[in-house]
């Protein structure tokens, strides 16, 4: 028999004025012989707990550049990371969006997708944390070919699916009825879509997003494409947002965390916390590093 080493965990526990440093602890608890465990934080005495402060903002990106650390040394397989304040961060001088920028940035990855799941549904966005005004005028045909081409090689190597199997939102109600409710499907999506279909791989849409996603729900597609941030984050947590997870495609590494804030209005009021969300990434970070060795 050969031996698997243990799946090396690094955690960091995010805004230290959140509910990170308490789902940590939970979840550590609770999943102990899963993996190693390494978390990544401090006790720093002048943290407020609730508040939203630049100290804060300067310890959750100190956390996530010791996470960086830790992956490049090859001392964890894989990095998950409690939630940050973007307020709290951008007070203290640091302009991301998210973890997901922060990441793309520091590792110089080009074509990273924000995947969204629980139990399930899966979704990856094709744009994110932008403005909805924005929305249509950001999606152009690379970035569409580019999400989508990460998203079915992922599923592919992290996911063990060997033909997945995706359907594409219209970002207009009913995909804009062939035209007449505007004209992003038409002119963006729907060639793009007949381009990729061309090797032969199983792309169904535009459609509109509310059959997609209840299609999706009844396990006929692996992942929704999703114009926008609400249209994926809507539907989730209506059916499943204790099992929520965030995976951060085309990185490097493995990278999950939990589908929730800060939570700092509930952060002195600790029998109204859970854990499973975060507990549901360590166990998606531990899958997807052991899907890579067997690759």
């Known amino acids: 028999m050969i ?12 805004d230290p004025a959140g509910i990170g440093p308490i789902i940590t602890q939970l979840a ?25 402060k630049p100290l804060h903002g300067r310890l959750s990106i100190g956390y996530l550049d010791q996470g960086l650390r830790l992956i490049k040394s090859k001392r964890i397989d894989c990095l998950v990371t409690c939630p940050i304040s973007k307020e709290a961060i951008n007070l203290a001088g640091y302009k991301y969006s ?28 094709i744009t994110r944390h932008i403005p909805l005004k924005n929305v249509s005028k950001s999606l152009n045909k690379e970035i569409i070919c580019n999400n989508i081409l990460t998203t079915y090689k992922s599923l592919q190597k992290l996911f063990n699916i060997s033909k997945p199997r995706l359907v594409v939102c219209g970002i ?56 926008y941030h609400d249209q994926a984050l809507i539907p989730l947590k209506l059916i499943g947002k204790d ?28 029998k109204l916390i859970n854990p499973d969300s975060l507990i549901a990434a360590i166990k998606l970070a531990v899958k997807c590093v052991l899907s890579q060795r067997k690759a």
């Open 243 to 270: 099992s929520g997870v965030n995976i951060t495609l085309g990185l490097p590494f493995i990278r999950t965390s939990p589908l929730h804030g800060t939570a700092f209005d509930i952060v002195n009021r600790r």
């Open 98 to 125: 998210g973890h997901t920028e922060y990441f793309a940035e520091k590792t110089k990855s080009r074509n990273t997708v924000m995947m969204l799941l629980n139990e399930r549904i899966r979704f990856s966005l």
């Open 28 to 52: 550590v608890k609770k999943l102990k012989g899963l993996a190693e465990f390494i978390v990544i934080g401090n006790k720093p005495d002048n943290v407020s707990p609730g508040r939203i």
């Open 172 to 227: 207009n109600p009913h995909a804009s009825d062939n035209g007449l409710i505007g004209e992003e499907e038409n002119k963006i999506i729907k060639p793009i879509l007949i381009r990729l279909r061309k090797a032969n791989r199983k792309i169904d849409g535009p459609i509109s997003a509310d059959i997609a996603i209840l299609r999706a729900s009844n396990k006929e597609y692996d992942c929704v494409m999703a114009m």
């Open 3 to 14: 031996k698997i080493d243990k799946v090396r965990v690094g955690i960091t526990i995010g």
